[in-house]
């Protein structure tokens, strides 16, 4: 990923930083500039998630592709969070920890490294919540 | 609107093709489709080329008109080609087009090919995980078996799916595979084959998931009233439809149903004016064992939560109440994403014509298809009928 195209969305992927439409209430992360629920009558706003949620469901994942070969395997999860928005990511555990249902929170994270001398991601994961 | 036949079927055989290029493999199925409809080049209209990533699988874009080029449509005949994508469904929604094209009275007769070459790029994960949504999926670390893998947890936990009524989808496809020719797979596996493979995304393994495959395939259409100008045997498009949905798995309100599926099948019953009894086989997209569960359940042909034991009854095989997949569906006849669209409508041509050899489905006269791009944002069903 390009440098610009990773530091233009800096906000929400350090700080879970999504959008909600006034109008209808809904909150989005991934945030979204129209409410697809409202259209042109939302009015949309930043919002600042809370990081807590629950696993909705998960994987995990033994066949990478090259941006996380290092990791695997590795939890992959649809967090549904406390906002009632869902968001794909990380948990950081055991492979056997997770389950549907399993209480987590946000936590800021190296993602992914481009070669030793390239540009450094970090964002959001998820760890259980306990 | 005008009623459309298809008039000619030509494929390719699928598999790892490392001596041919996405060219030849073009002008090999599109050949044999205009050899099948008994067409000249003068008589064609029009084309339209499914393909998902050529730009990033052999970083060749412009492909409706290298295609057209080297079929021979191109340089003498200029005819137009047009290039269409959708990921995963770009051969079924290229056929679309050529439908409409006809329907509408702007053509007459029209190529709709769908080529892939996966096998000249190293890291195939990643040019496929660009089906989902790049920004907050693929690069947050979900490959495309994972997603299905979350929509097969999601099934499990709801429906309790046993790992052997999954596995039995594989067993079943390459049961088909081993009698069509054309196959990439077209060996016989056992339920421990797939039990027993490697873990790719819990809980899919290996044997769960669809192979990378070159391969392309050409169906020619024209309006069904001039249609015995060219065959014996024209397949008639009873319907034809489109549905859209969520870009990405975690903004679907239930992650085990395909909603553009339900809307697919839906909108092609009434077109129509089917029921689902009506149907005598339908070729699904089952990327992933578990792809193949939800369509036949979305497209309404069993109830949610009963395709495991419909498959382990035996009833998606030949001689089943629906066969599924009879080419081998993406399991075992191989999946070059941008043909695979095509295949599914090719091998429903075989069946209805009568041709289908060692897997013909008996007395077969309705055949359906359902093709999907990326995890269910884009699905593209056909119904087609005999003459």
């Known amino acids: ?130 | 609107m005008r009623d459309v036949a298809i008039i000619g079927a030509g494929i390719t055989r699928f598999g790892e093709r490392w001596t041919t290029s996405l060219r030849d493999l073009c002008t090999e199925a599109g050949i044999a489709a205009i050899e099948d409809a008994n067409v000249t080049g003068e008589q064609i209209d029009a084309m339209f080329v499914g393909s998902m990533s050529a730009g990033r699988f052999i970083g060749q874009e412009h492909v409706g008109a290298l295609v057209a080029d080297y079929v021979g449509l191109g340089g003498d005949l200029h005819i137009p080609a047009t290039r269409v994508e959708a990921a995963c469904a770009s051969g079924g929604l290229a056929f679309r087009q050529a439908v409409a094209a006809v329907s509408s009275g702007m053509s007459d007769v029209v190529v709709a090919a769908g080529v892939e070459k996966m096998t000249d790029v190293g890291d195939a994960t990643d040019v496929l995980a660009g089906a989902a949504d790049r920004e907050w999926e693929s690069f947050a670390g979900a490959t495309f078996p994972g997603l299905y893998a979350m929509i097969a947890c999601d099934y499990i936990h709801k429906y309790g799916l046993t790992r052997e009524q999954l596995a039995q989808v594989a067993v079943k496809n390459h049961y088909h595979g081993a009698r069509n020719p054309y196959a990439q797979f077209q060996n016989e596996i056992t339920l421990s084959t797939v039990m027993n493979s490697t873990l790719v995304a819990s809980p899919l393994r290996l044997f769960d998931c669809s192979p990378v495959s070159d391969g392309a395939a050409a169906v020619i259409v024209c309006p069904l009233d001039r249609a015995r100008e060219f065959t014996d045997t024209p397949i008639k498009v009873l319907a034809s439809a489109q549905a859209g949905d969520t870009i990405a798995l975690h903004d679907r309100p239930d992650f085990s149903t395909l909603g553009a599926t339900v809307a697919a099948g839906n909108s092609a019953f009434r077109q129509a004016k089917l029921e689902r009894k009506d149907v005598d086989f339908v070729e699904v997209h089952d990327c992933f064992t578990i792809a193949e569960l939800c369509a036949i359940e979305d497209l309404g042909f069993v109830p949610k939560g009963t395709a495991g034991k419909f498959t382990e009854e035996g009833q998606t095989q030949l001689g089943g109440k629906l066969p599924v997949n009879t080419s081998g569906g993406l399991k075992a006849c191989g999946h070059p994403v941008g043909a695979t669209g095509i295949k599914q409508i090719w091998e429903v041509v075989q069946q209805l014509r009568g041709e289908a050899g060692r897997r013909q489905v008996e007395g077969a006269e309705i055949g359906m298809t359902q093709n999907v791009g990326g995890t269910g944002a884009t699905v593209v069903s056909h119904l087609f009928g005999r003459v």
């Open chain 1, 1 to 130: 990923m390009t440098v610009a195209r990773f530091w233009r969305e800096i906000p929400q992927r350090y700080n879970l930083v999504g959008t909600k439409c006034e109008t209808c209430g809904s909150v989005f992360f991934p945030p979204r500039a129209l409410c697809p629920h409202c259209r042109r009558d939302g009015k949309i706003v930043p919002y600042q998630c809370s990081g807590k949620g629950k696993v909705m469901t998960y994987s995990v994942i033994h066949s990478a592709s090259d941006q996380y070969f290092d990791l695997k395997p590795y939890v992959l999860a649809i967090i549904e969070l406390e906002e009632g928005t869902r968001v794909t990511s990380h948990v950081i555990c055991e492979p056997d920890e997770v389950y549907i249902g399993m209480p987590v929170t946000s936590v800021f994270r190296v993602l992914d490294r481009e070669g030793p001398d390239g540009v450094i991601h970090y964002g959001t994961k998820f760890v259980p919540d306990v």
